[in-house]
């Protein structure tokens, strides 16, 4: 049974009395395009109505069927945050990573008339099998506006010292993810005009780990982007990610993922691609105890 890929809009065909299943750990957007469905899930089994958009949390189980009288035409993508390295700000990417993502409701049902449906039927209907980038940004558009409301409103403690707290928040918790590996914590604390000791505080007391252990965790992801979507050799990863020891990144790899970095590249091609071995949320991981050590 086809899987909804991550931002591209596949099509899924049921004929009559047949069920779509699946249970990825991603996001995932789908839009019953046309015909009579119903949502199987035991606790709460309900008909879908043509136009009717579902929103599925990572690794809840979904099971359309379609009805006996007809075929059903479906339209979904995959979202994976884990996916988009260098996207994200930190503040973002941490909504993702801690959880806070999960505030969302775990199966919504979001009505024909509703504006990310109507945006969802108005990208379907122009996608017939097409990969190109303006129709992928198209769909993390719709992707980003549905959880935009929510990540407004993801807390943000506040520091101790009030001036330093506020430069904190408008340099380092809106910085690209990927920018915060070209600056060291010193360079960063006296960014936001506060001792080494107090900047440490507080992306502590925002991000849950130090500056250090943070940019260790992007190199990480960023070398796992590498593995899925290149042919470069894994020394050549190691080094675009920030890595002159080979064997310090097989390491810090296989302990971030539970993979060898070659093992890891192997899997991914015999599944499709690397969106399908990925759990998306930190918690979900085999975590860290890598302390960052300088590449």
């Known amino acids: 049974m086809k899987i909804p890929g991550h931002l591209r809009i596949e099509e899924i065909r049921l004929a009559p009395g047949r069920e779509w299943s699946d249970a990825t750990e991603a996001w995932r957007f789908v839009r019953v395009s046309s015909g009579a469905a119903y949502w199987m899930e035991p606790a709460r089994p309900r008909s879908l109505s043509e136009g009717e958009l579902l929103v599925l949390a990572p690794s809840v189980k979904a099971v359309v069927r379609a009805s006996q009288l007809g075929e059903v035409v479906l339209h979904g993508f995959g979202f994976a945050p884990g996916l988009l390295c260098g996207f994200f700000t930190l503040e973002e990417?941490?909504?993702f990573e801690s959880g806070g993502a999960c505030g969302v409701e775990r199966v919504q049902f979001l009505p024909s008339t509703h504006p990310l449906a109507r945006r969802f039927g108005d990208l379907a209907a122009r996608a017939s099998g097409s990969r190109d980038l303006v129709q992928r940004a198209e769909v993390l558009g719709l992707a980003?506006?549905?959880f935009i409301d929510d990540l407004s409103r993801h807390p943000a403690p506040v520091g101790r010292g009030v001036s330093a707290q506020r430069?904190?928040?408008e340099i380092v918790c809106q910085m690209p993810d990927s920018e915060l590996l070209l600056?060291?914590?010193e360079r960063l604390a006296g960014l936001c005009g506060c001792s080494p000791r107090h900047f440490n505080r507080l992306f502590h007391e925002r991000f849950g780990d130090s500056p250090r252990s943070r940019q260790t965790e992007?190199?990480?992801l960023k070398a796992r982007e590498l593995l899925g979507t290149t042919d470069a050799k894994i020394i050549q990863v190691a080094m675009d990610s920030g890595y002159?020891?080979?064997s310090l990144f097989n390491s810090l790899f296989k302990r971030r993922f539970g993979l060898t970095p070659s093992s890891w590249r192997r899997k991914a091609s015999r599944t499709g691609g690397q969106s399908?071995?990925?759990p998306w949320r930190?918690?979900?991981?085999p975590r860290k105890n890598a302390k960052s050590t300088k590449a």
């Open 93 to 95: 990417r941490h909504y």
């Open 144 to 146: 980003s506006a549905f």
């Open 167 to 169: 430069r904190f928040q």
């Open 183 to 185: 600056h060291t914590p």
């Open 218 to 220: 992007l190199r990480l």
């Open 244 to 246: 002159r020891s080979l």
């Open 276 to 278: 399908r071995l990925l």
């Open 282 to 285: 930190t918690s979900e991981l």
